[in-house]
């Protein structure tokens, strides 16, 4: 019969005292990633023109959010070699150790560069519209009519919304002078 000692991570023979703690090196890639564009954030701040009489100017905020970013990439790796882990969400309901669909993200990839190639010639309301179908598509959806209503909804206002309440130009393609 065991005991509850017998489990404990200090016991001799437990799992915590013959295994090594896990590394997710996934994360140091990560922590590159922040490390990089924080270095680089506080480069282009060295390039930006101050005007005359301002006491704050432009290069203050950019040198915050790249010290900042740079020293999470550091923090990153600490925890990283530390041999942290993130827990996933308790309501998640993804299981990591399935691989990738791959054939979804193939179509996924299709409609963005679909999107990507003709959105100056169809315009952003068909071309939006065909992506959020596309994607929808890719995703599982069998609803074809709604996801096209919802699609031109979606992309029509979304254009006027860039176009007329923020002054953003989105090509209007083959509907030109019709939006």
């Not at 590159?32 to 432009?58: H, K, Q, S, W």
């Not at 071309?127 to 959020?132: N, P, R, V, W």
């Amino acid at each position: 019969m065991s005991t509850p000692l017998d489990t404990h991570p200090g016991t001799p023979g437990s799992p915590a005292t013959t295994a090594e703690p896990r590394r997710d090196l996934a994360q140091l890639g990560l922590a590159a990633a922040l490390v990089v564009v924080g270095a680089y954030t506080v480069y282009d701040a060295t390039t930006l023109r101050i005007g005359f009489g301002d006491p704050v100017g432009p290069r203050v905020f950019p040198y915050v959010i790249g010290a900042v970013t740079v020293l999470l990439g550091v923090l990153l790796v600490l925890a990283t070699l530390r041999g942290d882990v993130p827990e996933a969400e308790g309501g998640e309901d993804i299981d990591l150790h399935q691989p990738a669909d791959w054939v979804t993200v193939g179509k996924l990839v299709g409609v963005l560069m679909f999107t990507v190639l003709t959105i100056s010639f169809l315009g952003w309301a068909i071309s939006g519209a065909i992506l959020f179908v596309g994607s929808a598509w890719s995703l599982g959806s069998r609803t074809l009519v709604r996801d096209v209503i919802v699609g031109l909804v979606l992309s029509v206002s979304s254009w006027y919304a860039f176009h007329e309440g923020l002054g953003v130009i989105l090509p209007a393609g083959i509907l030109d002078g019709v939006l």
